[in-house]
């Protein structure tokens, strides 16, 4: 290994916008549960499967619309 390296050259990651960040969210356990099986279906991790649903609804922009009893 090199003492020092010159990076004068070097690019960017194109993907840092891409990449995921870690948070702490509270989420009920059958809501947890009921990914884990969907992800087990398809062969993902929950995490990801949340994740995918997540941002396909940022994408569409959908609204949540519930009323309260």
Request: hydrophobic share 40%.
């Amino acid at each position: 290994m090199k003492d020092n390296y010159d990076f004068s050259n070097g690019i960017k990651n194109p993907y840092a916008k891409k990449l995921k960040k870690q948070i702490t969210i509270r989420i009920d356990a059958e809501a947890i549960d009921y990914f884990k099986a969907q992800a087990a279906e398809v062969g993902i991790s929950y995490q990801n499967l949340i994740n995918l649903y997540l941002r396909d609804c940022a994408e569409k922009k959908r609204k949540l619309t519930f009323a309260w009893d």
